[in-house]
């Protein structure tokens, strides 16, 4: 069900032929009343940010937080596109509200797939009208179908907000910044409890913080990367801590479902980094270990290898004593004082064989920690990103 | 020839059971007298540091930059090692001091292989009096020969000083931040110029910055990398310029045969940043591309995806404006202003196929220039790295 499950809200994908496969490649998000609601995002950081970022960004700041539907294409990401690029991206938006009888400023428009190739924008336009045709309120699976690049499966979640009888309903595509020749994640979260604007976007800035913003696959920021939520009001009003919590438990699934799924992997590592002299030395050592190929490919041949996590928290930039750190793999310590200590290694093998992988490394140094969640580097990765533009 | 090219040195390579193979482990470079020369080193900045780095550094230090001889193991890097792998340094050191009938502070001491085991110590101490033994003016080759871990081959050079009948010589191992599961990028430089401590230093840091230290392939600094030279002064002086020159022109071969020689890579990627605001915004967005696992891939897959590095170039942190950027794979431009531009496929497709390739980026915001030595990703490179400790 994923974003129909929340009140008030129909979905709907279609195949309109972006994809030579001809695979669904055209997603639709949308209010039954097509009326706008309160609606907030967040967006990639990257400098070279594509045409449909751009567009959607702006559309919120001009209705305060508000908005009707998304329009969501896989396929091709509009991104280096110039300013036809744009064109594009705007067009998808007034077709969609021509249909729906909105404003376009009312619709938001995200797009997933190869960078630095025009937009097939007469294909999508054809293809809008059938789009909103076949949107229901039990669209939610298809809507996430066609959003799908190289993802095995359609990731999708439905989280209860506490008791209300409200929920937060949403679906995904991609391992954030593991983008291969498709670009981006995107996620869009439906709910029905009520919510004004300026604290639905409160809440998602504090749950994707907690969720794709620490899952790192292979440290990439995609051109892409979006996440937004409409909120229909119509289940009422609800605590606000319920929400929040609702919100942050959503994008979490979701991202667990991405770092489960990407491209290649063979494990999900949850890698946490402690004793820091910081939080923000221990974010830093936890990316520069999640960056490293040499960390990756211990984790895919299953070898407890913890010099070269030592090492790459070492060249990390951050404060570090050598003869303070120590490494757990599966809470067994490996490594104490900077030098390996005797331990169980029979138990240790049967740890690094298992698909989800704990690792911690404390720096001795102070309070500071931080979670990552990222993946091995396996063949598959590479077989999936060494062509196909 | 290598490190005995320039007279006054001798030098040796033996097997001495590191290593399981029973390959050549065990490596020195000495001043044929005996006596300490002129000398000077660049070690790593990780703060990981290596055991032999610390000696080293502090044998330097202790003698204002001088040494008699550099002893070198591969098979184990004594990295991560505590205090026994700091008195095991110091034992070779000494033992080496014993034979050459100089100081232990005079001796100079690398180690790469494997981090985080015990160095075997008593099985190099009983090789060092046969090491010392095989010492010649013809013994070069057997000392490059012998710090080879997963080189292919063996990394030397010789490079006359201008017209002054001084040379300088040198040996090398390792892709520099390759370093698989062996750690390291070591090289020892020898000339027969006369030259004192601190311009040999100042000579050597020049050098090391515009060659080692633009070699990135995995973008991991290692805890053990170390540049030394040693000055006989036995061709007597030379102009301060030829001989920084030939120091800098004997890195630049070194780092050019890592680059080509890095694990699995079947192509050296000559990647330049020009147009940056600054040249640290240059250098900054060169290693974000060399650091991509994406574009490495697309470099091995000899697809021409800009999109992937103008991506990069967007989330690096740097002054970026995507309406500027433009990309040239081996001189033909792709991408401009942006986007993609009409181009000679076919051309493109000749020069992606080669195993050199030249790409330059274009910020088009100002003078800021950078250039790194980087390598594809490939499947080779995984298999090397995902086990063997």
């Known amino acids: 069900m994923s974003v129909t499950a929340a009140k008030g809200f129909v979905a709907a994908g279609v195949a309109c032929g972006i994809k030579a496969s001809g695979d669904p490649d055209l997603s639709l998000v949308a209010t039954a009343s097509g009326r706008p609601v309160e609606a907030a995002a967040v967006f990639t950081d990257n400098k070279m940010t594509a ?29 280096a596109t110039g300013a036809p690029g744009r064109r594009d991206a705007q067009a998808m938006c007034a077709a969609t509200a021509a249909e729906l009888g909105c404003e376009p400023h009312e619709v938001l428009v995200c797009s997933t797939g190869l960078i630095g190739i025009p937009l097939p924008i007469d294909v999508i336009l054809a293809g809008v009208p059938a789009l909103a045709a076949a949107r229901t309120p039990q669209g939610g699976d298809a809507a996430a179908e066609a959003i799908r690049t190289t993802d095995t499966y359609r990731k999708e979640v439905v989280v209860p907000v506490g008791g209300t009888g409200a929920v937060v309903g949403g679906m995904a595509k991609g391992a954030a910044m593991l983008a291969p020749n498709m670009a981006t994640m995107l ?40 996440v937004i939520i409409l909120a229909s009001g119509e289940a ?28 290649g992997a063979t494990k999900v590592v949850k890698l946490t980094v402690k004793g820091a002299a910081s939080d923000a030395d221990a974010d830093a050592g936890a990316r520069a270990i999640a960056r490293s190929a040499l960390c ?31 490494v757990c793999y599966g809470g067994i310590r490996v490594a104490d004082g900077g030098v390996s200590i005797p331990h169980d290694e029979a138990a240790v093998a049967a740890v690094m064989a298992e698909r989800h992988l704990e690792i911690d490394c404390d720096l001795g140094l102070g309070d500071g920690t931080a979670l990552i969640l990222t993946n091995d580097l396996t063949h598959e990765y590479i077989d999936e990103n060494t062509g196909g533009s």
């Open 51 to 79: 045409a449909p970022v751009l567009t959607s960004d702006e559309h919120l700041r001009r209705t305060g937080g508000h908005a009707a539907a998304v329009i969501l294409n896989s396929g091709n990401a509009n991104a």
């Open 187 to 226: 996620a869009v979260l439906t709910t029905d409890a009520e919510v004004a604007s300026a604290d639905l976007r409160r809440m998602l800035r504090a749950g994707v913080s907690t969720s794709f913003n620490v899952l790192m696959t292979d440290a990439c920021r995609s051109t892409n990367d979006t």
């Open 236 to 263: 009422g009003p609800v605590p606000d801590d319920d929400l929040a919590a609702a919100i942050g438990e959503a994008c979490a699934q979701l991202a667990f479902q991405m770092a489960s799924d990407a491209e």
């Open 296 to 326: 990756k490919c211990s984790w895919f041949g299953q070898d407890p290898y913890w010099g070269r996590l030592a090492s790459e928290l070492g060249s990390a930039g951050i404060a570090f004593d050598q003869e303070r750190v120590s």
